[in-house]
């Protein structure tokens, strides 16, 4: 399968910035997606990246680099809220509908 | 307003027996999905659905089965023959297959005592 890796945990303050990378194997990419998820909770969509450069929607924003098969969303401002977990899912085009490939996602802590 | 629910919200059974998870959709999506998650791990696909009266088996599909009667529902079976089947089960649904956003229901949390 195709490996997505993105830290275990991050830890920032309230107020701080907090950047969580992602990185994949390129071959077959088609398309990367990142989700909130907050404990016991449904991941909620939060950005999509196909084209190299940064989205940016509010605090949140995501960089894509397809050459170099790496993502990071950057989370401004942080408020207590955010303390979540933050998964990132690539779309590999490697049969006809093109799956998604979750990470494990990136626990992140925010401190007062 | 428009969404996807998942019942019941946490599930308890007994090693041996069958339990179907329910998925319903209000979107108009044509394409759903279960994940499995467990702690630790990435969400892995069990089976998934690009139209009525079609589902594809997905990384981890034994010991599940699925059915797509109505565009609507997308039940999920874990037999007894699922060896671990204690996890957090995620539905989810896009506007076409693959090719769209994945919007998710709330989850059901299987216990197999």
């Known amino acids: 399968g195709q490996n997505i890796d993105q830290p275990t945990e991050m830890t920032a303050t309230e107020g701080a910035i907090v950047q969580i990378n992602c990185t994949y194997q390129?071959?077959?990419?088609?398309?990367l997606f990142w989700y909130q998820q907050h404990a016991g909770e449904a991941p909620t969509f939060l950005s999509y990246?196909?084209?190299?450069g940064l989205e940016e929607k509010g605090r949140f924003s995501s960089f894509l680099s397809r050459s170099k098969g790496y993502s990071y969303l950057l989370l401004k401002e942080l408020q207590m809220k955010d303390s979540a977990s933050y998964l990132c899912?690539?779309?590999?085009?490697?049969?006809?509908?093109?799956?998604?490939?979750f990470g494990a996602g990136t626990q992140v802590v925010v401190t007062p | 307003d428009g969404g996807i629910t998942q019942s019941p919200k946490y599930l308890f059974r007994k090693e041996g027996q069958n339990v179907t998870l329910s998925c319903e959709q209000n979107?108009?999506?044509?394409?759903m999905y279960w994940y499995r998650q467990d702690p630790g791990q990435g969400l892995r696909l069990i089976y998934y659905?690009?139209?009525?009266?079609?589902?594809q088996k997905g990384d981890i599909a034994e010991g599940y089965s699925v059915s797509r009667e109505k565009k609507e529902s997308f039940p999920l079976t874990v037999t007894s023959a699922q060896k671990n089947p204690t996890a957090f089960y995620l539905c989810?649904?896009?506007?076409?297959?693959?090719?769209?956003?994945?919007?998710f229901g709330p989850g059901t949390r299987l216990t197999v005592l």
């Open positions: 659905s690009q139209i009525v009266n079609d589902f």
């Open positions: 390129t071959s077959g990419f088609n398309g």
């Open positions: 899912a690539v779309r590999y085009q490697t049969d006809s509908w093109g799956k998604l490939q």
């Open positions: 989810a649904s896009s506007i076409r297959r693959g090719s769209d956003t994945q919007y």
């Open positions: 979107l108009n999506h044509d394409a």
């Open positions: 990246n196909v084209l190299d």
